[in-house]
Structure formats: C-alpha cells, structure tokens
C-alpha cells in the first residue's frame, strides 16, 4: 500500500446528515474512492445505493479494498424499539439482545457493517441529554445491557461475515461531564472511574465488540481522543482488546479547542498515538497525517497497526471475500418492518413500561365498565415523538401512537374524545380550557404529558429537570377536576415530579417507545399485561437535588431523617429520592421467602449461593424483577452504601412461585485500592433481596475469607443466576 493508500483507510466521511442519507455522495467523493482515499462512510443506507457506492471501491480503486458503512442504529433502524434509557428499564437483557438482533437484521440487510451502538455511558446526572441513550446510572445494570447489545448486535462474541459490527462508546467517562453539559470536562477520582465509568466498556470488550468509540470530553485534562494511557494503555494493553478505535465526530479536529495540539498535524499524531485508528469527519488524518509521518517515520509503525486493524474487521466481517453480502435488495424489502419484528418492539415496549404510582389500583382500566375516555395531550397523537433520539430510519407514520392504539382497542360503545391541551414545544395554554371540558365529561381521562423527543439526547441537556412550563399547566388544569386521570409520563430523562406525585392518582411511565408504542401502553393500561419494568435511574424530588445517585458512601454523618441530627442531607428535602432506583409497581404483589445461602465464608476461586422463593400472591399474572444489593460494611476505604450484584426479571402467573438463586464470587465485591489494583479484602459483606433498592425484602452476610487481588473491574462481572420452580 501506498502512504495516501493506508491514510485512506483512516478517513471516514459522511454520506449524508442524518436525514438525507447518501446525498453526499457525488462524483467528487466517487473519485476519492477511486483514488483509495476513503476507508468507510458513515450516515448511509440502502441495500442498492450502497452497492453502487461498494462496487466502486472494489473494482474501480487500485487495490480494491471494500469500504465499511456506518450508521448510528442505536434502537432500531426501521423498526423501531423503545430509547435505549426505556429498554433498560426492561431489566431483561435478552430482550435488549433481541432488539438489537432484530435492528442488526435490518441493518445489514441494507448494507450496513456497521452500527455505532451501545451506548454505555453511565449518568448520574439526568440534566445530561444523553442518558436517554443509555442503561442509566448502574454499572451493573449497564454491564448487563451492555453485553446483551454487543451479542444481539454482532450475534457473537466475534465478528463473522454479514455481522453488524457493535461500537461501544464512548470510552471513557462521557456521561460524568460536569454539570450534565455535553462535551464538559470529567473531573472524577481514578477510584470512580475504574469502578462506575470503565465497567460497562471492559463488559462490553470481553463479549467482543468489534469496535469502540472515544469520547468528545476530557477527565481530568486529558481528552480520551488523545489519551494514550487509558486507550493505548488499558483498552487495548491490559485488557487486551484489538478492535477498531474510531474517532467521535470531528473529536481529533477538536483537540485544538481542548487546547492540547497547536495544530492539525500535532492533533493527528496525539490521536494516533493514543491508538485512534479511524477520523470520523474530521479530515485531519486525510489532510495532516501524511506530512507528520514525513516529519518523524517512526510513526509509519502506528499508522501501520492502525490500518491492520481496520483492514482485519473487514475481513472478519467477509468484504474482501464477499463485498455484496450485505446488498440484497430483495432480502432488505422482507427484513424492514417484517411483521416478527413489529411484534418483538411491542412485547418489548409493554416490559418497558414503568407502573410510578398506582393509588386505590386505578389501573388497570376495565373497558366493559367504561362509556368514555378522554386522551388528553399534544404527544398522545405524536408519532414522530415515540421515536426518540437517534430514529434511523424510522417513519413517524409507522408508529402506532398511544391516541391509535386506544381508540382502536376500544369498542364502539366506548366514546373517545382527544384534544393536544397543551404542547410541551411551546408555552401556548389556549387548548387547556377544552381540555378540561373533555375531561370532565368522559369516565376516565388519560393525560399524556413530559417532554418531547427533542429534550434529551445529543447536546439536549437540561438545567432543570421540572416537566416543560406548559405540561405542568395543563396538568394541574386536569386533575382540578377531580375527575379519575391517569397520567402517562413521556420522557427521556428521569424528571422531578414532586407536585405531580402529589396531585396524579396514577403515573405511569411510558418513555418513548418507538413503533408500537400505542399497542403496548394498551395492553398496560387495560391490563392484558401487568407492567413490571423498573427505573434504571432514580426520580430526585427537585432538579436541584441531582447529582444524586444510590450507590453513595455513607460519610462519616449518614444521612437520617431526623432533622435534629446534623447528617449528610438538604435540610429542606426528605433524604430519600421521589422513585427510587429500581422501583417499579405492578398489577400483582409478590411474596419473599425462604432465603438461604450455600456456605457462610467463600475464599478465593470459591462462590457463595443465594437462594430466594418468590410467589405471586396478588391473583393476577406478572413479571417481578428480583434484585441482590451488596455492601462492604468495614473495608480499608469507605464503600458505598448498596450497590447492585444481580437481578432476574422473573415471569410468574398467578400463585406461582419460584426460586432464584444468584451465584457470587470474591471478585465481585473488589474495589479499586488507592495502589490502583483490584483488591479484594477480607471480611463481612452483607446482602440485601428486594424488589427495588428502595423496598428490601430479605437480608444476610456472608465473609469473605481471605484477601487477595482480583482481575477485572467488580461490576463488569456478571453474576450466574439460575430459577426453579419450586
Ligand atoms: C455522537 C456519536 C455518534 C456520531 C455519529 C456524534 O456526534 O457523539 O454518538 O455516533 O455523532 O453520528
């Protein structure tokens, strides 16, 4: 290869924006193929355009290396899944895999290798946009999803041909910007990166994703484009993971702006070095790259591994052998919005659903004792809205919206009436008044309110977390009327309700959830399905109050709720958070018992068996999802006061019980030690089974005998978790 030929396969560019696909793709760019000046495309689809776009390199460039096509599939492509934030609130990670499976089946079959997706950045704070792209604020939690895309996506632990290859992104602490501004500095101890940030990303490396993205933001300083020791160093030295790093968009360009490179050229070499393999849009690698290397040959060393790595993922996913693999036409016209898929995104959005609040079981509605219903809410028609953030290829009138689906699933007799109310993308209040007219006339109103698709994600922080102005009008205007309201929550972003909490009777949580989003808030609210999703974040009170996550320390004055006490809390707000982490109601009550554990001390290769028999007592069929909180009371640092170790969405019919036992080794209570080693420590590590982190059912302890080192980050691992039935 020639020096042009290898920075070639270092350039990627865009094929579009995001809404017009493939547009940029003139004669111009045709001839930077011919020439080997493009090694991928990114914002491009379509099994035919995309071959076209292929043949070109392969039979018209020199060497005819294949390109590698790109696009952000992050919940779907066209057939669209709940936001990322909402299917970890499924706390079901093979339904998170299924959905990838299902997004990479389209994807590929519109010849896309590649997709830049999981997102595993943990939030902890939800003023940041894009912790509705997320699992949230739980490493574990986040771990877990992490893993079940990377397999659902790439179906394996190695990329094989016809693959879409997973990106995890974005290395390293992303979601830890400072005030939850997006692009903001990360200012965070070693111990919190290693033990809440890095976690999902060394997950999602072990399953085998192919590629990874670094992040926009720097830690400390360092931008992670440029920051050799944690990219270089950890990713792929001591975690020993070889795939394809590629740049966020434009972020070598912006190490100017971070004011770490005077030039274009120094910016080049600082991501190089740090083992970035591939410019996305940037162009400094195309127009830089060469006269740094003429400058110092030495760097022809890194450009070499970088252009191996590359070139290996497009063999691993069989360009070289077969280049029109991922172009049948035909084959792209069955998989899209195939009717197995529209199913799977509607049993997958019902899981999502989070039951808040539920006074006197107002839900769920029973249609034969209804004459009307009123839908009350701009969003309630809005299908564009339930596609969230990153939409793909979805289509706003695919979507099945919540004002469809009710009118449609209730019978003639029913009388449905519908007005917007209010919009949460302005502060016009004159649609209230026949709102309320609706509401008072009709048995039972459905209030669909929060904020709008175009609230979280990219550059879409908040400073507040409160609903938008003209959402909490309309809904103090509804519920004065003291008729029966049922509020439907959407939203990519925990909010702060407290007033709403207050005043709704029922809240439930309906995110956005893409293409069968009518369908499954129907099967919820008329009760063919007992919700049983829970918060993958916490709900604070007031936006004020965020930070604000459950796995804190407990400091030397743990809060009480005392106010005569002088404790680690506000003084005018109740310690505890609005919803907490894990909390999630549903049409069911469920019974505890029997805890029982294999051993009282475990050592080192050795694991301790927790045992738990749930049993659905309430009569009416549902999931339950059991969770395992861990704590290490007396350590050489301080620990944090619950972290979560394990978690199982159980499927029970009435009077069913079953029992679960969840499998934890040392290694999974080791903490990062101030000698930056995984240390496991000798002692007491007590335990807690609940059904949130909030409502704890059953508790132990068991010792850990002996201390030693561990391998790996704790809550990267996973916990074996098996049921019987009895
Ligand atoms: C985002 C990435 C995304 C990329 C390509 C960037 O602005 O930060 O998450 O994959 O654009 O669309």
């Known amino acids: 290869m020639t020096l042009e030929e290898k920075v070639g396969q270092l350039v990627q560019r865009a094929g579009g924006r995001q809404r017009a696909l493939n547009s940029r ?144 992104k974005h290395f390293g602490a992303y979601g830890a910007a400072i005030g939850g501004r997006d692009y903001n500095t990360a200012d965070i101890s070693e111990r919190t990166l290693q033990e809440v940030y890095l976690p999902p990303f060394y997950a999602a490396a072990r399953a085998g994703s192919g590629s990874f993205m670094v992040a926009f933001n720097d830690i400390a300083g360092v931008p992670t484009t440029s ?20 740049s966020d968009w434009g972020s070598i360009a912006e190490l100017l702006n971070h004011g770490v490179a005077a030039d274009r050229a120094a910016a080049a070499v600082l991501a190089l070095d740090a083992s970035v393999d591939m410019d996305m849009v940037g162009d400094v690698f195309a127009v830089d790259l060469k006269d740094a290397i003429a400058k110092d040959p030495a760097r022809l060393k890194l450009l070499d591994e970088a252009v191996l790595r590359i070139l290996r993922v497009k063999e ?94 209730l019978p003639k007799s029913v009388k449905v009436t519908s007005a917007p109310g209010a919009d949460p993308r302005n502060n016009d209040l004159t649609g209230i008044p026949a709102a309320v007219k609706l509401a008072k006339a009709a048995d039972v109103t459905l209030l669909m309110i929060g904020e709008d698709f175009d609230l979280s994600g990219e550059a879409r922080s908040r400073s507040t977390l409160e609903l938008p102005p003209s959402q909490l009008e309309l809904a ?27 005043k709704a009777p029922a809240i439930l949580e309906t995110w956005m959830l893409g293409v069968e989003a009518g369908n499954a808030v129907v099967d919820v609210v008329f009760g063919q399905y007992s919700p049983a999703g829970r918060l993958p974040a916490a709900f604070p009170r007031v936006s004020a109050s965020v930070p604000f996550y459950y796995a804190g320390n407990p400091t030397g004055r743990p809060a009480d709720p005392d106010l005569a006490k002088d404790t680690v809390r506000y003084h005018d707000l109740p310690i505890t958070p609005l919803f907490a982490f894990g909390h999630g109601l549903s049409y069911s009550e469920f019974r505890y018992s029997d805890l029982a554990q294999s051993v009282p001390a475990v050592g080192p290769g050795e694991r301790v068996d927790i045992s738990i028999t749930v049993e659905n007592t309430g009569g009416v069929a549902s999931d339950e999802v059991v969770q395992l909180y861990v ?60 059904a949130s982190s909030a409502d704890l059912r059953a508790n132990g302890s068991f010792e850990i005998s002996k201390s030693h080192l561990g391998t790996a980050p704790a809550t990267a691992l996973p916990t074996r978790v098996t049921v019987s039935n009895n």
């Open 25 to 168: 793709i003139d004669d111009t760019e045709l001839e930077r193929v011919r020439a080997g000046g493009v090694g991928s495309y990114l914002h491009v689809a379509g099994a035919e355009p995309l071959a076209k776009l292929q043949k070109v390199a392969v039979e018209e460039s020199r060497l005819g290396i294949p390109l590698l096509f790109a696009m952000d599939v992050v919940h779907g492509y066209r057939t669209i899944f709940p936001v990322p934030l909402a299917m970890a609130a499924t706390w079901a990670p093979e339904a998170q895999e299924r959905a990838a499976r299902v997004a990479a089946d389209e994807a590929t079959s519109a010849g896309l290798h590649w997709t830049f997706a999981p997102m595993v950045d943990i939030a902890r704070d939800p003023r940041w946009g894009r912790i509705v792209e997320g699992a949230g604020e739980d490493p574990y939690l986040g771990s877990r999803m992490a893993v079940a895309q990377v397999a659902g996506y790439q179906g394996g632990n190695t990329l094989r041909p016809g693959a879409l290859m997973a990106t995890t």
């Open 227 to 246: 920051n050799r020791d944690l990219v270089r160093g950890l990713l792929r030295e001591r975690w020993g993971w070889q795939g394809l790093m590629v």
């Open 316 to 409: 691993q996913l069989g360009l070289f052998d077969k280049p029109m693999q991922y172009h049948d036409v035909e084959r792209e016209s069955r998989e899209l919005l195939a009717p197995d898929h529209r199913d799977a995104a509607r049993a997958i959005a019902r899981q999502s659903l989070v039951l808040l609040k539920n006074d006197n079981k107002l839900l769920p509605l029973n249609p034969a004792k209804l004459k009307s219903v009123a839908v009350i809410g701009a969003l309630a028609g809005d299908g564009r809205n339930e596609l969230g953030s990153w939409k793909a290829q979805g289509r706003p009138e695919e979507v099945v919206t919540v004002l469809q689906g009710i009118t449609a699933a």
């Open 476 to 502: 103090r205007a509804i519920l004065a009327t003291g008729r029966p309201v049922v509020v439907l929550l959407a939203n990519g972003r925990p909010l702060a309700l407290q007033e709403l909490a207050d």
């Open 631 to 690: 704590r290490d009371p007396v350590a050489t640092i301080s620990r944090p006061v619950m972290e979560l170790r394990g978690f199982k969405r159980l499927e029970l019919g009435a009077g069913q019980r079953k029992r679960v036992t969840f499998s934890l080794t040392p290694e999974q209570l080791a903490f990062w030690s101030p000698r930056g080693q995984w240390q496991v420590e000798a002692g007491r590590i007590d335990f807690w089974i609940g």
